[in-house]
């Protein structure tokens, strides 16, 4: 799979773990930056940057990470047709691909234990959309992104 990797510097120590991972399990990583913890940047664009390839390309997925990774989930969120997921835990991840069908997975590196990166990587991009009556809120956020975005 084509997954788009971005972090601002607070987020960057922990993309270079995603990113090694993620190669460790055979994808295809693309990092779009940062490329230090030196300066600092500014998260909405390497939100903008991964949604908008997620988008662009379909099948594909997304992972962001800032410190809290709030900022990083509201950003991308704002992107027509990116459903980005800010993620704590194992549950959490599971959960917001049968639920959501979420594409972006967002991390924050203050919150996420370093030990359980490869879990929550791994069950988020194994699971599967559940579909059924998760499949009907989906489609009303669709709704809203139309009626929004006019």
């Not at 084509?2 to 990583?29: A, C, M, N, P, W």
Request: proline share 2%; hydrophobic share 40%.
């Amino acid at each position: 799979m084509k997954i788009f990797v971005g972090s601002d510097h607070r987020g960057y120590q922990l993309k270079k773990d995603v990113v090694l991972t993620l190669k460790s399990l055979g994808h295809e990583v693309v990092d779009v930056g940062t490329d230090t913890d030196d300066v600092a940047c500014d998260y909405p664009q390497i939100a903008q940057k991964v949604g908008s390839q997620v988008v662009a390309q379909p099948g594909s997925r997304g992972i962001l990470v800032c410190m809290s990774g709030i900022g990083q989930s509201i950003a991308a969120n704002k992107v027509p047709g990116v459903y980005a997921a800010l993620v704590y835990n194992k549950e959490a991840a599971a959960l917001s691909r049968q639920h959501n069908d979420s594409n972006v997975l967002v991390l924050g590196s203050k919150f996420v234990d370093k030990k359980n990166i490869l879990e929550i990587i791994k069950i988020w991009l194994s699971t599967e959309f559940d579909g059924g009556r998760h499949l009907r809120r989906k489609e009303q956020i669709q709704d809203m992104e139309r009626k929004f975005s006019k």
